[in-house]
């Protein structure tokens, strides 16, 4: 071991304990502790080089903070992408609930959709939807960083890229959660138009209601107006899945139920989706990468990301108990789709308020957002007759609400948060405005679909599916051969 | 020759199988199919929505024996299928006009 590596884990030990700032008790500790390992006798070989560059190193205690600084600049980066990786994750998270709890003969399409909104969300988001979220604020959007330059960013100091990579990949969330109301039935392109609006107008323009300010160092300091009331939504239950689900909504009730979903009496039907495995996998990526949704919202290496996490477990694990038991006491059967919501409608809930939260308020969060979910979707299915083949509307709406209303409530709150009954009010403004923006910008841009290049495919590419009918592709193409030497007749 | 042509509940087709193995049949064919009988279908839920499953699972079981065996396949197929329940199954029987290996264009007794 040379010096040089020695000096390595000795500041990245130091970055490890404390953040930010480097106590003198601290160095003192790490004096101690590098001492005490130079003094054993195995590695007395080493000792002569090691102490002349300890005494350098230790002896300038300010530069040894200027070092820690940066390692926890670079701690926050790569933690920031860390948690990017995993929310770019749930994207499979989507897809696979969506095509599992749909038709097989919808399967390429959902793919499709899945992959093309993130595709058409990226760029649009970098052309202009980063700069109306976080640009210089000066009321209702932002209005700088619009396809920022890498020498623009660079100069910044780097920060912007991994920040732009985590905010696109929140940006790809809200507009992915309206697939699946609208699956089975949505024409193509008209996806694809709306994919561009949500990730470069609507999403980020509310975004930056509440978020402006988290870029406050590089857009001169400015804020969103929800942001200024005190609004708290941590990780997006408001700005990123009320957004979806308020979409979702919109695009669902343009579009009208499946052919066959409800009779001629108006009575629901079910259609079973053809994988239920694959769904609930879809549901265990979903978990996995909201870890990152809500611990890397931090977007810094900090040591709450571990309650955070925790809070977030908590609230999808009382989520899923309980929808399971509203759906067993109301059907007489613990429903596996219906769980499986409960666990994505817990972790919607949990999402605004959990690092503002005790683990209590956490669990409480969590089996209110499984107890809505079945009751949403029922009153969706059945009364509303609203048709929406995976809950999406129930699961990121209704516990959206739930979300942020939550955080607001101070029998959650934690010690330290500082939540007062005040905080309500706040999150009741948040709540209205998170869901009437999207929902009312959606429901236009959806008739205008309607009526210009067409929102739903013809009753006959319903019936056969979307797969031949908008791709031509077989998502499971069994007796289908590549044979060449068929004799025509 | 006879084909027996057996309908049976799609858990019962081990014992179906070692049974008539130990009859003394030598190949088999097992096909998934769906239908309905007496027992018509049965209601299942989905997100809380009543369906009626009008077809229900179940497994084809063909095998073609020499007229001889015909007796003890089918009462060994019988006793390895019935549970007494409703859903059981059925049996056909029919003539089975010739048999022919594709691999030597063997035919009939020495094709089985």
């Known amino acids: 071991m040379d010096s040089v590596s020695f000096f390595g884990i000795a500041k990245s030990s130091v970055s490890l304990v404390e953040r930010k700032s480097m106590s003198t008790t601290m160095i003192q500790r790490l004096k101690g502790q590098a001492l005490q390992w130079l003094c054993r006798p195995t590695q007395g070989g080493l000792t002569a080089a090691l102490t002349i560059s300890l005494v350098f190193l230790l002896g300038q205690e300010s530069a040894c903070a200027q070092d820690a600084e940066v390692v926890q600049k670079h701690a926050d980066t790569v933690w920031t992408l860390v948690g990017a990786a995993l929310v770019f994750f749930m994207q499979a998270g989507f897809a696979m609930v969506e095509t599992g709890f749909t038709r097989a003969k919808n399967a390429a399409n959902i793919m499709m959709k899945n992959l093309m909104d993130f595709c058409m969300g990226c760029c649009a988001f970098w052309f202009i939807g980063f700069g109306l979220m976080f640009g210089e604020n000066t009321g209702f959007f932002g209005r700088s960083w619009f396809a920022f330059s890498w020498q623009q960013a660079h100069e910044a100091g780097d920060w912007p890229f991994t920040f ?5 990949v929140f940006a790809a969330t809200a507009a992915t959660i309206v697939s699946g109301a609208m699956a089975e039935r949505t024409k193509f392109v008209a996806y694809l138009i709306y994919s561009v609006v949500i990730s470069g107008l609507i999403y980020p323009i509310s975004g930056g209601w509440a978020w402006n300010g988290l870029f406050g160092d590089y857009n001169g300091g400015t804020s969103g107006w929800l942001e200024d009331l ?25 579009l009208g139920p499946r052919i066959g979903k409800y009779g001629p009496n108006g009575e629901p039907r079910a259609i079973p989706g053809h994988n239920l495995p694959l769904g ?105 007759k609203i048709d929406d083949p995976v809950g999406a509307i129930s699961v990121h709406g209704t516990c959206g ?64 599916g979307l797969d031949v009918g908008e791709h031509g592709n ?16 | 020759m006879k084909k027996i042509e057996a309908i049976i509940r799609p858990f019962k087709l081990d014992e179906v199988k070692v049974a008539l193995v130990n009859a003394g049949i030598v190949g088999m064919t097992v096909t998934e199919v769906r239908g309905f009988g007496r027992q018509k279908g049965q209601t299942e839920r989905y997100r809380g929505s009543e369906y009626t499953v009008e077809f229900l699972q179940k497994l084809k ?8 065996l015909v007796d003890t396949v089918v009462e060994k197929l019988i006793a390895a299928a019935r549970t007494g329940e409703i859903g059981d199954g059925k049996i056909f029987i029919s003539p089975v006009e010739k048999t022919i290996r594709i691999r030597t264009g063997e035919v009939n007794r020495d094709a089985l």
């Open chain 1, 401 to 464: 609400i739930w979300g942020v209303l939550a955080a607001g409530i101070p029998w959650f709150a934690h010690a330290n948060s500082g939540v007062t009954w005040a905080q309500f009010g706040v999150q009741v403004v948040g709540a209205l405005a998170y869901f009437f923006w999207p929902f009312l910008t959606c429901l236009i841009l959806f008739l205008i679909l309607k009526a210009t290049v067409g929102l739903r495919t013809s009753a006959e590419e319903e019936l056969a």
């Open chain 1, 230 to 254: 005190g609004f708290i939504d941590f990780a997006g239950s408001g700005v990123v899945h009320l957004v979806g689900g308020a979409s979702a909504l919109a695009g669902a009730m343009v």
């Open chain 1, 164 to 168: 732009f990579v985590f905010q696109m």
């Open chain 2, 61 to 68: 079981v063909e095998i073609v024996v020499e007229d001889e």
């Open chain 1, 280 to 384: 609930m996998l879809g549901v265990f990526i979903l978990t996995l990468g909201w870890i990152g949704f809500n611990a890397g919202s931090t977007t810094a290496a900090s040591p709450d990301i571990g309650w955070i996490a925790m809070n977030t477990l908590l609230a999808a694990s009382a989520g899923a108990i309980g929808a399971t038991i509203t759906c067993w006491v109301h059907f007489g059967k613990p429903d596996m789709t219906f769980a499986a919501n409960g666990v994505l409608a817990g972790l919607v809930g949990i999402t605004a308020p959990c690092n503002t939260v005790h683990p209590v308020g956490a669990l409480i969060i969590g089996s209110v957002a499984g107890i809505l979910v079945v009751i949403s979707a029922v009153i969706l299915d059945t009364v509303l």
């Open chain 1, 474 to 489: 077989v998502a499971y193409p069994d007796f289908v051969t590549a044979s060449a030497e068929l004799e025509q007749p």
